[in-house]
């Protein structure tokens, strides 16, 4: 079956170092992945999309790259900071127009000052 | 620009009793998402809602269900109510952009205890 897997392990670093997450899929080719934030007890936030035909994407301190031959997302915080301890959710969506998107369990970020 | 919003913000109910849920999307979304997160279980996909119709289901029971109203508002009903239903009850919206691109915008949820 279609499966997104993250790191299910917290990922702990030092304020000003770089955070880097992992997405891994399988079992179907993706047209885009998303990457979302989540804090405790409310919704996940939009924070980037990468489509199938680029290999990284930057947002201010953000950067995603999508490698299609390891089936493998990238997502990176530079300059860490402890405002940026939460939970990072990957979410895929299949070529195709069912509008399902296929969700990691997410990673809990720690930044710790 | 308001945010999506959902109510009520918690509900506790009994088992075997029914749960309403309601969503109002951003403006100019057409389409409405349903999700529940149950804790360590992530967010599993229950219902996909476009100009009114239903587009999509997730892999639950028949006794979830919901709808969408012509202002593109949106109900999800829980009938017979289980214990491992509680969770937080996610909406999002989203436009459908060419491509299929289509970026969510999530609501607060609603935390639903059923006892």
């Known amino acids: 079956s279609q499966k997104i897997e993250q790191n299910s392990e917290a990922l702990n670093i030092q304020e000003g170092k770089t955070a880097t997450l992992t997405c891994n899929y399988t079992n179907y080719s993706p047209a885009y992945l998303q990457w979302y934030r989540q804090d405790p007890g409310r919704g996940p936030v939009f924070l980037l999309l990468?489509?199938?035909n680029e290999k990284e994407k930057r947002k201010e301190r953000l950067k995603v790259t999508f490698d299609t031959t390891l089936k493998q997302s990238l997502f990176h915080i530079t300059a860490s900071q402890p405002a940026d301890s939460a939970t990072y959710l990957c979410a895929s969506l299949n070529a195709g127009n069912n509008r399902k998107l296929i969700w990691g369990l997410g990673t809990s970020l720690a930044v710790n000052p | 620009e308001a945010g999506v919003t959902q109510s009520p913000t918690h509900l506790i109910k009994t088992r075997g009793q029914q749960a309403t849920l309601r969503c109002s999307p951003i403006?100019?979304?057409?389409?409405v998402y349903w999700y529940q997160q149950a804790l360590g279980l992530g967010l599993q996909f229950l219902l996909w809602y476009d100009e009114g119709e239903e587009r999509n289901r997730g892999n639950f029971p028949p006794r979830f269900s919901g709808r969408q109203f012509p202002n593109y508002s949106s109900e999800l009903n829980v009938n017979a109510l289980e214990l491992e239903d509680s969770a937080l009850y996610l909406c999002a919206s989203s436009l459908i952009l060419a491509g299929g691109y289509n970026e969510q915008f999530f609501g607060p949820g609603t935390r639903l205890t059923v006892l």
């Open positions: 990468i489509r199938e």
């Open positions: 403006s100019g979304h057409t389409s």
